[in-house]
């Protein structure tokens, strides 16, 4: 009897010796990534791309998707204790960067990755920090930029041309006004749409101040001082107070935008370069050829605003599996692989990447092309301290059009709450 | 005589005796722990930097306090609009939820209850619900009440309800008062009915008219309602932020943030130490305010 027991008992030891080893052996083949990301930044076309690439080299990615209201908070503790997941995603922008998630301490230096030189520099400068690529920017962001939207057939019927100039522009709203056109549509009331015309016009700012970013960023410069800015605030004031914005722009919104610009009553909406095809979308009757587009010109702007932030992938230093993680980058940036994310993306026009086959319309293509040298990065991005305060801005602009305030108060606001969040941060520029 | 339990129980047992505080002192400690020593270790965190930006925390004095009370940022405002708000609907509730409960307590006759149940429905909606729901209302343009001001011939008020920074903080007053005021008659309503009608009678026959009795019967002996009714009103409208968030979220601009809206803002960019400096403040207000209007309001003994 027992002797039975101990030939049984070493029988079940033996299978689970086995089994055990036999599940190591299998976890060693099988590698899973853990990849968590807003829900907001995560495509079909990756996730596609994720399971071609779990064919090709059995490494599994396993997506843990978080709502975006939620997405911070989870990430930030998830970082903070340690436990974040082996690939997380991120907005890139330098400010973004060091403040929100430490980067250098968290994120691996992925300089020396194949794709590293190919992803367009300005692109590339948002996930850089003191010169080592922490991210790959896996979105478009160049061929998504915030400009005038116009109604072709409207300014063919009142002779009008796209304005080179802030007098130009005013005089071109004043004819549409009084032909009895709204000029534009400018959806106030959700607290962040007009506030574009300001941060955006960045390139223009450091067209007229060369260097000024820098001054700005190391405190040695303050928004208050700055002329150019002063024009360009003063000059949209100037347009709301003219009704170039119509009745009711302190209660219009962004929802509405598409409804708003359907029947031709209002010429002109600044929105994303995208605007036509969501119209064509909402009104299939509407073409998004019967549309063109212009750069803001408050301030005489002509440089294209390029906003190069964006959802960027990065690895998390304490990653057990650095090298799949970074073997999945690599596939995610080949150019058969690129091609694929951008023509599954029905909002995407272009990738960060040379050689991709873009989906610009010829006009937008010949616009983007005219300003491949005139463009900039815009001020949110790289200004510390601006994005941060988005939606205050947008109150003082607010509080400038009723005239609680003035241009010049709104520039203030912003140097306070910068130099407020600069000391929170223990930023050494400001102390 | 026979056993009487109540002469009984009171001979054996002192009823003003003290309990001992070993009695209390679960209770106490319970409360100390969970509700005093973290309210108390919120108001140090008002003399801190503590914000989410960093991970230190350093004691910096009256710095908060210095800049909510500095004249160039928006937080005086914030103050005066809180205040502003709470006296104009502590008015417009208590009045007009009395002249309703007086009407549904006599004037009116036929379909009481049905009266009592529609002006009482705004209560029982979502503050959300009500912001998003007058939002769409007061639209200036295409808003159901300035399309029926047109309608009727007067254009001229028909106005920016919510965005003309000038009216603002009134309509959403208004919108408040609308949805909070079945909750005030409510209360008056059942004030109302404690009063004894022979009071009234004998007042009639004594020869006084409908106002005399008012305020020589009603008013005296409803004070006791419209104390609570005031303290209500005004604790709710000091700590006012739903309404608010969910109509104008502030503004046009600064028009219409109040003390909670400026808190809510504060956490959420991060800045702990200054929500926390807020949200003291407006502890200490709520306090001083509560503890007045109680004294305030409070029956005086009656002199002989």
């Known amino acids: 009897m027992k002797k039975v027991f101990l030939k049984s008992f070493v029988a079940v030891a033996a299978i689970t010796v086995a089994g055990l080893g036999a599940s190591t052996a299998f976890a060693d083949a099988k590698v899973t990534l853990t990849y968590q990301v807003d829900a907001n930044w995560i495509k079909d076309g990756e996730r596609q791309l994720a399971k071609k690439f779990e064919e090709q080299t059995g490494i599994a990615i396993d997506f843990q998707i978080v709502p975006a209201d939620q997405y911070f908070n989870v990430l930030k503790t998830k970082l903070n204790t340690g436990e974040a997941t082996d690939l997380f995603g991120g907005q890139s922008g330098v400010t973004d960067l060091t403040l929100n998630y430490n980067v250098e301490k968290n994120a691996v230096d992925l300089s020396n990755e194949p794709w590293a030189k190919q992803e367009d520099p300005i692109v590339a400068a948002q996930s850089t920090v003191k010169g080592k690529l922490y991210g790959l920017t896996y979105w478009d962001t160049l061929g998504y930029v915030w400009v005038v939207n116009y109604n072709k057939a409207t300014f063919k019927k009142f002779g009008l041309e796209p304005p080179k100039t802030y007098a130009e522009f005013k005089a071109l709203c004043q004819k549409l006004k009084d032909g009895g056109v709204q000029p534009l549509y400018e959806p106030v009331s959700d607290g962040w749409h007009h506030v574009l015309w300001f941060p955006e016009l960045g390139p223009r700012y450091e067209q007229a101040t060369p260097g000024l970013a820098d001054k700005l960023n190391t405190n040695k410069e303050k928004f208050a001082d700055d002329k150019t800015m002063l024009t360009d605030l003063t000059e949209l ?195 | 005589m026979g056993w009487d339990p109540v002469l009984k129980f009171g001979s054996t047992m002192k009823f003003r005796s003290r309990y001992p505080i070993s009695f209390a002192a679960p209770a106490l400690v319970l409360y100390g722990v969970f509700f005093i020593l973290p309210s108390l270790g919120g108001i140090i965190y008002a003399f801190t930097d503590w914000s989410s930006y960093s991970d230190e925390v350093n004691f910096v004095g009256l710095k908060n306090f210095v800049k909510i009370f500095t004249p160039g940022e928006h937080y005086l405002g914030y103050f005066s609009n809180t205040f502003l708000f709470t006296i104009i609907t502590i008015i417009i509730k208590t009045v007009v939820g009395l002249a309703l409960a007086l009407l549904l307590n006599e004037g009116v006759k036929k379909f009481v209850n049905l009266y009592r149940v529609m002006i009482y429905v705004p209560v029982v909606l979502p503050m959300l619900v009500v912001g998003l729901m007058f ?97 209500l009103n005004m604790l709710y409208g000091l700590r006012i932020f739903d309404i608010i968030y969910a109509t104008t979220n502030g503004g046009p601009g600064y028009a219409t943030e109040v003390l909670q809206t400026g808190i809510f803002k504060a956490f959420s960019q991060g800045q702990y130490g200054l929500g926390t400096a807020l949200s003291s403040i407006l502890f200490v207000i709520l306090l001083i305010a509560g503890y007045g209007v109680i004294r305030l309001l409070e029956p005086k003994p009656v002199q002989q």
Request: zero cysteines; aromatic letters at 14%.
């Open chain 1, 237 to 431: 004031k100037e347009m709301f107070d003219l009704g170039f914005f119509g009745k009711n722009a302190l209660s219009d919104t962004f929802a509405d935008r598409t409804k708003a610009m359907s029947d031709g009553k209002i010429a002109m909406f600044m929105a994303q370069s995208a605007f036509p095809q969501d119209l064509h979308k909402d009104y299939p009757n509407i073409s998004p050829d019967d549309w063109g587009v212009f750069v803001m010109p408050l301030a005489d702007n002509q440089l294209l605003n390029i906003n190069p932030a964006g959802p960027t992938h990065f690895i998390y230093s304490g990653s057990k599996h650095v090298a799949e993680a970074k073997q999945y980058l690599d596939f995610l940036t080949k150019p058969e692989n690129l091609q694929t994310y951008l023509d599954s993306e029905p909002q995407f026009f272009t990738l960060p990447f040379p050689g991709v086959k873009t989906k610009f319309s010829p006009e937008l293509q010949a616009f983007m092309d005219a300003h491949k040298d005139a463009r900039g990065v815009v001020y949110q991005t790289q200004i510390n301290y601006v994005n941060a305060q988005w939606m205050d801005i947008g109150k003082d602009v607010t509080a400038m059009f009723t005239g609680t305030e003035s241009p010049a108060d709104v520039l203030t606001n912003v140097d306070k709450r910068r130099s407020d969040f600069a000391q929170a941060a223990k930023d050494p520029n400001w102390k």
């Open chain 2, 135 to 231: 939002r769409s209302i007061l639209n200036p343009a295409t808003g159901l009440f300035n399309t029926f001001l047109r309608a009727i011939g007067l254009d001229v008020i028909a106005m920016s309800w919510l965005v003309d920074p000038h009216i603002a903080l009134y309509s959403i007053m208004f919108v408040d008062s609308w949805k909070g005021v079945g909750y005030i008659m409510v209360i008056l309503l059942a004030g109302l009915q404690t009063i004894p009608k022979d009071y009234y009678e004998a007042a009639k026959v004594d020869g006084a008219n409908g106002w005399w009795r008012f305020w020589f019967i009603t008013l005296p002996l409803l004070m006791p309602a419209l104390s609570i009714v005031t303290v």
